[in-house]
Nanobody, 127 residues
Framework: QVQLVESGGGLVQAGGSLRLSCAASGRTFSNYAMGWFRQAPGKEREFVAA????????YYGDAVTGRFAISRDGAKNTVNLQMDSLKPEDTAVYYC????????????????????WGQGTQVTVSS
């Protein structure tokens, strides 16, 4: 059974940094793209970043390009999101997701492209 568990969320001041991690278990993940999404109260789930199974290809949402960096550790079955220069508008619940629909697929931004999701971790950025 696939399980994704996020960690690393918390409260930070604007301009600060946080590092989120997602630990995956239940199958081999190196063949599949993984992504991070976020959802603020009253808003739709938003694409943040995604990475291919090999880690060689990454893709970022416009709101975070240049501030966030996604990476993965195949040996540890983890995917990380380094978040720098955080802004109050980054406040949301952040979700890790796995796309097993395509083997060796490129990272994608659509919520519907991902078939496994973690339970989320709260990130709050104060002004």
């Amino acid at each position: 059974q696939v399980q994704l568990v996020e960690s690393g969320g918390g409260l930070v001041q604007a301009g600060g940094s946080l590092r989120l991690s997602c630990a995956a278990s239940g199958r081999t993940f190196s063949n599949y793209a993984m992504g991070w999404f976020r959802q603020a109260p009253g808003k739709e789930r938003e694409f943040v970043a995604a990475i291919s199974g090999s880690g060689s290809s990454t893709y970022y949402g416009d709101a975070v390009t240049g501030r966030f960096a996604i990476s993965r550790d195949g040996a540890k079955n983890t995917v990380n999101l380094q978040m720098d220069s955080l802004k109050p508008e980054d406040t949301a619940v952040y979700y890790c997701a796995l796309d097993t629909n395509r083997v060796y697929g490129l990272p994608r931004a659509g919520v519907g492209s991902y078939d496994y999701w973690g339970q989320g971790t709260q990130v709050t950025v104060s002004s």
